[in-house]
């Protein structure tokens, strides 16, 4: 069960990724698009553009405008603790 939800995430991740070039990582409108309609609950105002622009620079480590999966991951982990309730 826990292989199939990280293959769920990594193909997920490749799919919004892939859309406008480079399957490695997620650009600004990826980003955008990956979390307003496959996280809308979990991250608080994903429509908002501003918030999730944030939330990107916040995760973007290396401050190249992009996100690749280990800076990507950082969010699904801080996401699951959240959800799971436990303390940070």
């Known amino acids: 069960m826990m292989e199939s939800a990280i293959g769920v995430l990594v193909s997920q ?11 490695d990582t997620l650009s600004k ?3 955008r698009r990956l979390v307003t309609s496959e996280l809308p609950n979990f ?7 501003a918030v999730v622009d944030q939330l990107m620079s916040s995760l973007d480590e290396n401050n190249d ?11 699904i982990g801080h996401l699951a603790s959240k959800h799971g309730g436990f303390s940070q």
């Open 29 to 31: 409108g990826e980003f």
């Open 13 to 23: 991740f490749k799919a919004y990724a892939g859309s406008d070039g480079s399957s």
């Open 65 to 75: 405008g992009e996100l690749n999966f280990l800076e990507f991951w950082q969010l």
């Open 43 to 49: 991250v608080k105002n994903a429509g908002v553009p």
